[in-house]
């Protein structure tokens, strides 16, 4: 009888960082549930009320970059639990808000500032514990943010409607502080730091090539085309992507639906973002990352069209789920793809410089969606506006190289 093997240490990893996200997005995504009460609770027009999401997901995009850079010089464990415990802070913060701006800071600064520290370090972790596994690991670890976008909504609309806005707030806090220690005992740095090797292999032997390619440094990243065709990409789909998980509920009160069901919408935006994340990282395997990457900003592009022309509750309940999956894809491709094309040398930074991208489309989209109704009692020209953004990142992906091909380019320039 032989001993029964032991798990794979890169597979905790996932696990802590699938708690981390989360954690996180439990709280970020949240936020549909308190738009009506905070509206109500300073007076505030949608616009307004809409920046308090847009503050927070702008700064955890942006901040993705110094966290990344600093995860990867001590390691991701201590800026993962710093990250979370600022979540909790900014929630405490919020629930004592006399005014809106004090959710601006509260909310919009604590959260985007948490999940900023969060999520890109305990991302970029599991891209370095695997190679040949890699989609699925990064699959199931960012399955953590449709996971908490599940959650978020109806756990905060349920502790509203029986303790409070402000009570709520506080249990958040206190959620995020038990997320922020088991997620991070979990967080480990590079298997080569263990004496491992990726995807439980044999450690390779001394004087021999590492299982991961060395890779580029940021700097050397940031001249090359695919950065700068993801960045891109990225950053004229974020204009669009995240209005839903604002502007959804308030419209389908709108179209007579009521505020209850706009938060099964946002479960449903979940459901999908979950099941994408599974769903489209497996067909990177026969498709290629490159062209599944961009097949995300179609599919979202078409999703966001729909939006426009469904006023009824089984139509919303198709975009919400295919949307969600189309931003679940998106989101569990991008780290590895990123991973494909510079290594793994400076994973952590690249990524977060890449994501930087991402949080001004954040911060500007769901705002001018809610100055848009607020002006012309209509969300669909933002909505189709940001639909024909995610047709363009579609053809600036397919105008770049395969990250095989670019790579094999690269070296033949080299030599």
Known sequence: MTAPS?????????????????????????FAAFFAELEAAFGAKRGETALVFSISAFLYFILGFPAGLIADRTGPRPVVIGGLLLIAAGLVVASQASSLWQIYLGYGLGVGIGVGFSYVPSVAAVQRWFVRKRGTA???????????????????YELIAHVGWRNTYLVLAALSVVGAVASGLLIRRSPEHYGLAPDGDPPAPKGSAPAIPPGLTLREAVRTLPFWSIYVGALLMSFGLFVPFVHLTPYAVDVG?????????IVLLGVGST?????????????????????????AGAMMVMWTQSTSAPALVIFALVFGAFYGGFVAIAPSLAADYFGGRALGSVIGALYSGVGFGALLGSPAAGYAYDFFGSYAGAILSGAALCAVSFVITLLTPEPARWLQQRAAQKS
């Open 275 to 299: 099941a994408g994340r599974f769903l489209f990282a497996s067909i990177t395997n026969w498709l290629g990352r490159r062209l599944s990457f961009g097949i995300m900003y179609v599919g």
């Open 257 to 265: 639906l009521g505020e209850g069901f706009g938060v099964l919408l």
């Open 6 to 30: 032991r798990v794979f240490a890169g597979w905790w990893v996932v696990a802590g960082a699938f708690l981390a996200m989360m954690t996180g997005y439990v709280v970020a995504y949240s």
């Open 138 to 156: 990064s699959g199931i670890a960012v399955a953590g943010i449709g996971v908490g976008t599940l959650l978020g909504a109806p756990l905060a």
